[in-house]
């Protein structure tokens, strides 16, 4: 992308206002030791140690964070409970500025949390705190009305799923699709499995979802020379069209009208690719929000996602002097 294309979609961005609405987290990393000799005298059990801990904002909660790096005016709209990690969530939104009044404390809910135990750059076994099944049916709807009821004022829309018991459920999210197209609002879903009742709104999807939405097997995804037809005569039977990531083999977007495939920066050292995919969603729906084309939304998201992998132990973000400075070592 030229420079001169690039300072101006980053210039635009902080004139925007996104709203993310969805699964909100916190990231709770440390470091865990084992086989320490220490002995409880209370339990006759070893005690493992643990050192290093850090939070910060997982699941929906790393879009919006993504967003904020980049520049963008963030909302979130998300369910948390009155809990030590719901404190620290309203923490981590406060310094990034992102407005949180409809992060709403829930009662008789624990704050999702992704507790992750760690050795060395290695994830162990996660601990989970309030991602089990819950009663949030009318929390949900009347989070879903607040924001339905708010969306003149955004210009674009992050709906976001991930937990096996999620906000969302097919009702809110046709409900949520019904009123962004009764505004004419653009908005972007990344959804783990509600992706089939996603027809109205631009979809994003990894190899593994696409393959789980056509019931194909993703072997064949596999094959660049198979894939754009796939995705083509997939997109062609929605209303909207879809933003397909590939890995290391880049992401495509493709609507009825359009099919363009950006192809990965190859990189370069260790990797973590955990919130990579997140990092893509904000890109991408900064850049479009901004008025960029698609395929500049699709270089800016790729730009963003190989900064975000290159950070190890951490969902990375990505800030603009990263962005510009990657992209002028590419020309």
């Known amino acids: ?39 409880s005298v209370e339990t006759n059990k070893e005690v493992h140690w643990a050192k290093s801990p850090k ?135 990344d959804l783990r499995s509600l992706g089939k009742f996603a027809n109205n709104v631009l979809l994003k999807v990894n190899e593994s979802e696409l393959a789980h939405v056509l019931n194909i097997d993703p072997a064949l995804l596999e094959d660049n020379n198979l894939v754009p037809n796939i995705v083509q005569n997939w997109v062609n039977s929605r209303q909207q069209g879809a933003l397909v990531t590939l890995g290391d083999r880049g992401l495509i977007y493709a609507d009825q009208h359009h099919f363009h495939w950006q192809a990965g920066i190859p990189a370069k050292g260790p990797i973590d690719t955990v919130g990579a995919g997140d990092m893509v969603v904000a890109g991408f729906s900064a850049a479009k929000a901004a008025g960029a084309s698609i395929q500049e939304a699709c270089e800016f998201a790729t730009l963003c996602a190989h900064i975000s992998i290159h950070k190890l132990g951490e969902t990375g973000a990505a800030s603009p002097q990263e962005i510009l400075d990657l992209n002028q070592s590419q020309l």
């Open 55 to 189: 939070t910060g904002l997982g699941g929906a909660g790393n879009v919006a964070k993504n967003l904020a790096v980049l520049g963008v005016p963030t909302s979130a709209f998300g369910l948390i409970g009155s809990d030590i990690f719901g404190r620290d969530m309203n923490f981590h939104c406060q310094n990034l500025a992102i407005q949180s009044d409809n992060l709403r404390e829930t009662k008789g809910m624990d704050t999702p949390t992704y507790s992750k135990p760690m050795l060395g750059d290695v994830e162990l076994n996660r601990i989970d705190f309030g991602t089990q099944k819950k009663d949030i049916t009318q929390a949900s709807n009347d989070l879903v009305n607040a924001l339905c009821d708010q969306l003149a004022q955004y210009d674009w829309v992050i709906i976001n799923e991930q937990f096996r018991y999620p906000l969302l459920n097919q009702i809110l999210l046709e409900k949520l699709q019904n009123a962004l197209q009764k505004q004419q609002k653009t908005g972007l879903a």
């Open 1 to 39: 992308m030229s420079p001169e294309q690039l300072q101006h979609i980053l210039g635009r961005i902080s004139s925007l206002k996104i709203a993310v609405i969805g699964d909100f987290a916190i990231d709770f990393y440390f470091q865990k030791i084992e086989n320490t000799g220490d002995i």
